[in-house]
C-alpha cells in the first residue's frame, strides 16, 4: 500500500534560518510526489512538485525539495526562512490520480 | 490561472438541517473534482471523487447517503451535508482537475461548516 509519512508535527526555527521538513514515501509504482501549504483557515498552495526528471525540483517562495529514490524521501528546504512562513506543510503521493497525504508538519518561525 | 472557489466560506447550521456546498472552477474545466474533509490539526481526508456526469465515488467509511455529492457540469461540483450532527462539524476542501494536467489539483478556499 502507498503511504506518506512526516515525522516531524511541528518544526520550530529561528527567522532567517535554514531549514528542513522530512517526508517519507511508501509506493511500489511510479512516483509523483507534491508538497502543500496551509495558511490558518486556508485551502492548500501547491509548494512544487516532483513528477519526472531531474531529482532537484524548485518551487515558489524560495522552496526547494529533491527526491531520493534509494532513500524513499522528498524532504523540502528552504534556506532562509521568514515569519510568513509559519504554516502548516503537507507531502503528498498521487497513487491512482487520487492525493494520499502526510499528517502535516506545522513550521513555527520565531523572530 | 487555475482558480478554484468554494462558496459559502463558513456556514452554521441547526442539528437536523442539510447544507449545500458549492466548488466552482473558475478559469478551466474540471473534469474530476475531490471532496475532502479535514478536522483541527490534521490531515486531509478524501470523502469522495466526482467525475462530470457520473456518480461519485466514495471512500470506505464515508455515507454516501450522508454527503451527497453532484457534478452536474464542468465548472461545479456541490457537496450536501444531510441531516447535520454535530459530528459533521469539520473544514470541508475541495479540489479540481482538469483535462490537461491530469496529476495536479487545484485546491479551493475550504468551508468551515460548524453545526449547532
Known amino acids: 500500500a502507498q503511504s506518506v509519512t512526516q515525522l516531524d508535527s511541528q518544526v520550530p526555527v529561528f527567522e532567517e534560518a535554514p531549514v528542513e521538513l522530512r517526508c517519507n514515501y511508501s509506493s511500489s509504482v511510479s512516483v509523483y510526489l507534491f508538497w502543500y501549504v496551509q495558511y490558518p483557515n486556508q485551502g492548500l498552495q501547491l509548494l512544487l512538485k516532483?513528477?519526472?526528471?531531474?531529482?532537484l525540483v524548485k518551487g515558489i517562495n524560495g522552496f526547494e525539495a529533491e527526491f531520493n529514490k534509494s532513500q524513499t524521501s522528498f524532504h523540502l528546504r528552504k534556506p532562509s526562512v521568514h515569519i510568513s512562513d509559519t504554516a502548516e506543510y503537507f507531502c503528498?503521493?498521487?497513487?491512482?490520480?487520487?492525493?494520499?497525504f502526510g499528517s502535516g508538519t506545522r513550521l513555527l518561525v520565531r523572530p | 490561472g487555475a482558480v478554484v472557489s468554494q462558496h459559502p466560506s463558513r456556514v452554521i447550521c441547526k442539528s437536523g438541517t442539510s447544507v449545500k456546498i458549492e466548488c466552482r472552477s473558475l478559469?478551466?474545466?474540471?473534469?474530476?473534482m475531490f471532496w475532502y474533509r479535514q478536522f483541527p490539526k490534521q490531515s486531509l481526508m478524501l470523502m469522495a471523487t466526482s467525475n462530470e456526469g457520473s456518480k461519485a465515488t466514495y471512500e470506505q467509511g464515508v455515507e454516501k447517503d450522508k454527503f451527497l455529492i453532484n457534478h452536474a457540469s464542468l465548472t461545479l461540483s456541490t457537496l450536501t451535508v444531510t441531516s447535520a450532527h454535530p459530528e459533521d462539524s469539520s473544514f470541508y476542501i475541495c479540489s479540481a482537475k482538469g483535462q490537461v494536467a491530469l496529476r495536479e489539483q487545484y485546491f479551493g478556499p475550504g468551508t468551515r461548516l460548524t453545526v449547532t
Open positions: 478559469d478551466f474545466q474540471a473534469t474530476t
Open positions: 503528498a503521493l498521487d497513487s491512482s490520480y487520487k492525493l494520499i
Open positions: 516532483y513528477l519526472s526528471g531531474s531529482t
